[in-house]
């Protein structure tokens, strides 16, 4: 189970919203590179970036703060995954190119699911699909519009298509520090046969706990922002027991076999 630091950027700064209004933004940090290095510093085995400018957009907003992020990087090997206001093949080869790992497409694959299907194709590996949703509905746009579409039916439909892992955020607890909706994730996750990283309202180390607990249903890592800028969650403690307790859970079933 990978715990997974978030940088959202926003006007070129490192911040946190609730629940994704942008209104309601609170800045973190103002140099997003410095505090790529300080979550490496703590042990982080992947980054999640996302342009909250350019969801809103639909086109890239912080290209300058990502390149940046990648280059103080250096030689390391630590997977960044980027999403937000990426809607063509050429800003997906562009952020390739320049070390991102995964792009996630959000809003263009419910409004586009063919551009989704293309970027499987033209990017073996390295695409991810984001599924926001509120009582099992997706939103697009930045979370600004709710849509008839069931979470589930999606990520079928989207793993068919090649997509490398399911991003799975409850934007009701997004930002909230109200806990992980695990029955939601859990639901999402069971049917499906590609990893899904859980996102939005982990806490504590509980949270933590309960994750772990439901990982072989297929949630491979959690995505962390406003508990670890606040305090509420130490990442270095909460990836040190999930690595004790996922080397538990192997050692049970082993055991079992």
């Keep these: 189970m990978l715990i997974i630091p978030a940088i959202d950027?926003?006007?070129?700064?490192?911040?946190?919203?609730?629940?994704?209004?942008m209104e309601?933004?609170?800045?973190?940090?103002?140099?997003?590179?410095?505090?790529?290095?300080?979550?490496?510093?703590?042990?982080?085995?992947?980054?999640?970036?996302?342009?909250?400018?350019?969801?809103?957009?639909?086109?890239?907003?912080?290209?300058?703060?990502?390149?940046?992020?990648i280059e103080?990087?250096?030689?390391?090997?630590?997977?960044?995954?980027?999403?937000?206001?990426?809607?063509?093949?050429?800003?997906?080869?562009?952020?390739?190119?320049?070390?991102?790992?995964?792009?996630?497409?959000?809003?263009?694959?419910?409004?586009?699911?063919?551009?989704?299907?293309?970027?499987?194709d033209a990017f073996p590996g390295h695409i991810m699909v984001g599924l926001d949703a509120k009582g099992g509905k997706v939103a697009v746009d930045g979370w600004s519009k709710l849509?008839?579409?069931?979470?589930?039916?999606?990520?079928?439909?989207?793993?068919?298509?090649?997509v490398e892992a399911v991003i799975y955020t409850d934007i009701g607890r997004d930002g909230m520090l109200s806990g992980v909706n695990i029955p939601a994730t859990v639901e999402l996750a069971s049917p499906l046969h590609v990893p899904v990283i859980a996102s939005g309202g982990i806490t504590n180390l509980d949270?933590?706990?309960?994750?772990?607990?439901?990982?072989?249903?297929?949630?491979?890592?959690?995505?962390?922002g406003r508990a670890i800028y606040e305090g509420t969650l130490n990442f270095s403690a909460a990836q040190a027991l999930a690595d004790e307790l996922t080397q538990a859970s192997a050692?049970?079933?082993g055991a079992a076999l």
């Excluded at 996302?50 to 809103?56: E, H, P, R, S």
């Excluded at 996630?104 to 989704?116: D, E, N, R, S, W």
């Excluded at 008839?148 to 793993?159: M, P, Q, S, Y």
């Design 9 to 21: 950027l926003k006007d070129g700064h490192c911040v946190r919203l609730k629940q994704g209004v």
């Design 24 to 69: 309601d933004a609170t800045v973190f940090s103002e140099d997003p590179a410095a505090m790529a290095q300080h979550w490496l510093a703590q042990g982080a085995r992947r980054l999640h970036l996302v342009d909250l400018n350019g969801a809103f957009a639909g086109k890239p907003k912080n290209e300058a703060a990502v390149r940046s992020i």
């Design 72 to 120: 103080t990087m250096g030689d390391s090997d630590v997977p960044v995954q980027l999403g937000g206001g990426i809607r063509d093949l050429e800003t997906i080869e562009r952020y390739l190119d320049i070390g991102v790992t995964y792009i996630i497409i959000g809003t263009a694959a419910v409004k586009v699911p063919g551009f989704l299907h293309e970027a499987c």
């Design 147 to 162: 849509t008839g579409h069931d979470v589930a039916d999606l990520a079928k439909r989207f793993e068919g298509y090649g």
């Design 207 to 224: 949270d933590v706990r309960a994750l772990c607990a439901v990982q072989a249903e297929g949630i491979t890592g959690a995505i962390t």
């Design 251 to 253: 050692a049970l079933n």
